[in-house]
């Protein structure tokens, strides 16, 4: 028996079950989503900050839509337990510096608290901020 003649015709690769497919560049795409996702996780997280126990019709009701609301704000489905650690410390940073800084800071949505300490260390350097007394680590000028 004869072996089977070999196409001359085809290019290489061809027929052969090869699949060429071109890749984008998305990162743009992925940066506003993370700014997107950044303001959706804010909003979850206020909503479950802010539940109120008489808007529901009992225990088992507020259990339920409070485990919905921390869930929806943390997603573990897409997050590790770092960076779930990440979010609540970094909420109580916050919650803990001054008001009028508090609010300057919370503005620029800070992704960690290694970049909320940065914005807090750039606020305490420009003049005019208040912070209570024993609060700023830099000197009058």
Do not use: N
């Not at 126990?53 to 337990?81: I, M, N």
């Amino acid at each position: 028996m004869a072996a089977p003649p070999e196409p001359q015709d085809e290019a290489p690769g061809e027929g052969e079950g090869l699949l060429i497919v071109k890749v984008e560049d998305s990162s743009w795409e992925q940066d506003s989503a993370q700014q997107e996702d950044s303001r959706d996780s804010e909003a979850c997280r206020q909503r479950f900050r802010h539940f109120c126990y008489r808007d529901v019709g009992g225990p088992h009701e507020a259990f339920s839509q409070l485990w919905e609301l921390c869930r929806r704000w943390l997603r573990p489905e897409l997050r590790t337990k770092e960076q779930i650690l990440e979010l609540l410390v970094l909420e109580q940073f916050l919650s803990v510096l001054p008001g009028g800084v508090q609010d300057r800071v919370r503005e620029r949505l800070p992704g960690s608290g290694e970049e909320a300490v940065a914005l807090v260390e750039v606020l305490q350097k420009q003049p005019g901020t208040a912070w209570p007394q024993g609060l700023s680590t830099v000197s009058p000028v």
